[in-house]
């Protein structure tokens, strides 16, 4: 008898380094810079040049906020991570 689980599981990706992929998630990036999502959003955040996309918050529904990092920002922070 096959075991069904009760919850879906989440399965990571594993993110590349594609030269002909304009923009990023914040997944992806934590990926490809080994550290934790949150510590991708303080570092780009405030950052020129990527994407916040926002849906605001209303009485029932809580704000969304998407955030999209251009390949030309991911490789200037990088470089100033590295030093």
């Known amino acids: 008898m096959p075991v069904i ?4 599981t989440r399965k990571t990706k594993q993110a590349t380094d594609p030269g002909d992929k304009p923009v990023y998630t914040v997944a ?8 934790s999502r949150w510590t991708v ?12 996309l926002l849906r605001p918050e209303t009485m029932y529904k809580r704000r969304r906020r998407m955030i999209r990092i251009p390949r030309a920002v991911y490789l200037r922070v990088r470089a100033k991570l590295r030093g």
């Open 41 to 52: 959003i303080r570092l780009f955040e405030n950052e020129p040049g990527v994407l916040i």
């Open 28 to 35: 992806e990036v934590a990926v490809l810079l080994g550290c």
């Open 5 to 8: 689980a009760r919850y879906p």
